[in-house]
């Protein structure tokens, strides 16, 4: 009888020896220590939402609540405890408590348009619920109108240290013209009272809103320079039928920048940015000097777990995608009932989660091809040979043993280097 060497040839050879008792051999695993398995040591980020603004934007297609004609605190504490018992909820359900938090981000909606009480309520059940003696990145977005000198106050004690203004134009005609209630002054003092809260401090601005010229647009981009802070994002407009914008353009009350305009626009944004010494992690957020990287978007676009509170909030737990239900009343009444408000959800397939990771990824300018392989045991270079090749002759990328990187003009064209790839890869299992 054959000796079992539990060597490779065991597993291949035609005959019946070398019984599969576990894949692959476990000759190749290595010595490992117990909190390398399970959820517990992973890192874990936390998303919060709230469906408030002031107003509701021209450009707008998110799910959102402006108070007008109700009662708006009475509304938002409503909304506000809801979303601590979900905290709780959630966290006990999930044992989410003793995992490491990797960062914050509360979003909208218009966060900082809630009164400081309900904020300060906020962070103290995050505070009660999970272990941030670290001080992690704690991100939350703000409307200029709404940052008071005494909210900023507030925010610093809460331990936000990065907050993200919503400026989108410092141009006041396009302002008004997208239903904002802000101006460039307003938005000018408002960035200021940030800074003081010693904050990292992100611009939005918004490429191809309707009326903008190369003036309006060279005005907002030496602008938002001008003011010195450390991040700078540029998002490209995107025309959905629920928002405003769509229907003032079917009824031809406004012009909207042709795609190719908005591709002049992007570039000059992105050669001034750049000149200025700012430098991309991601196609869309440019950093001074490459520093201040923010963490939370880059952790979940790597794949890491994002538990996500509050109305039409998406999250990932493991290998699920998840969405909270995005109707106000019907999340208000799964938490009354105790129930988590998830309303719907996805598991990711190795391939979902391969073709994620290459579209994801590459949203943050490189792609390391010896992470890649140590997740999928794939060389993706030679997997999806012909779209790099095409996209690297094209110039959109540059691959070197170790990545592929996009170019300026990988930049400029945002996702579209990354979804050629996902598209090839996703014929190979079609
Ligand atoms: S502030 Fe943001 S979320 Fe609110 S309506 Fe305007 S674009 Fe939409």
């Not at 042709?258 to 591709?263: G, V």
């Amino acid at each position: 009888m054959t000796i079992n060497t539990r060597k490779e040839h065991d597993y291949w050879d035609p005959n019946r020896t070398g019984f599969v008792t576990n894949y692959p051999n476990f000759m190749q695993w290595r010595r490992m220590e117990s909190g390398q398995m399970g959820t517990e040591g992973k890192p874990l980020n936390l998303y919060l939402h709230t469906p408030f603004c002031v107003q509701r934007c021209s450009y707008c297609y998110y799910k959102t609540t402006n108070l007008r004609g109700t009662d708006k605190n009475a509304r938002m504490e409503r909304y506000v405890n809801a979303l601590c018992q979900e905290i709780k909820l959630a966290a006990d359900h999930y044992q989410l408590g003793n995992r490491p938090i990797n960062s914050i981000y509360f979003g909208g909606g218009t966060p900082s348009l809630l009164p400081e009480a309900l904020l300060e309520r906020v962070a103290q059940t995050l505070q009660d619920t999970f272990k941030l003696g670290h001080q992690p990145e704690f991100t939350l977005e703000a409307e200029p109108i709404t940052l008071t000198p005494g909210k900023a106050e507030l925010l610093k004690s809460l331990n936000v240290n990065r907050i993200s203004m919503g400026v989108q134009s410092f141009d006041d005609g396009i302002i008004k013209g997208s239903n904002r209630s802000d101006s460039e002054k307003k938005a000018l003092k408002a960035i200021e009272i940030a800074k003081q809260t010693g904050a990292v401090i992100n611009i939005d601005l918004m490429s191809g809103l309707a009326g903008e010229t190369m003036d309006t647009w060279r005005h907002s981009v030496g602008r938002a320079l001008s003011t010195g802070v450390e991040s700078i994002t540029v998002y490209k407009t995107e025309l959905y039928t629920n928002s405003t914008y769509y229907k003032q353009l079917r009824d031809q009350t406004i012009v909207l920048p042709s795609d190719e305009e908005e591709l002049v626009y992007m570039q000059y944004a992105q050669d001034r940015l750049m000149e200025a010494g700012y430098q991309p992690w991601s196609f869309y957020t440019f950093t001074k000097n490459g520093e201040n990287v923010h963490k939370h978007s880059p952790s979940i676009f790597r794949g890491d777990d994002c538990y996500a509170f509050g109305v039409s909030a998406f999250g990932r737990l493991g290998d699920w995608v998840f969405q909270n239900s995005n109707e106000e009343e019907r999340y208000l009444q799964f938490i009354d009932e105790g129930q988590i408000p998830v309303q719907r959800g996805h598991f990711l397939t190795s391939q979902d989660n391969m073709t994620r990771d290459v579209v994801l990824t590459m949203k943050l300018v490189s792609l390391n091809l010896d992470n890649f392989q140590a997740k999928y045991g794939f060389r993706l270079e030679k997997l999806c040979a012909d779209a790099i090749g095409e996209l690297r002759n094209e110039g959109y990328i540059d691959v070197s043993e170790e990545e592929i990187r996009l170019t300026p003009k990988g930049v400029l064209h945002g996702d579209y280097s990354g979804k050629r790839i996902a598209q090839s890869l996703m014929r190979m299992y079609h």
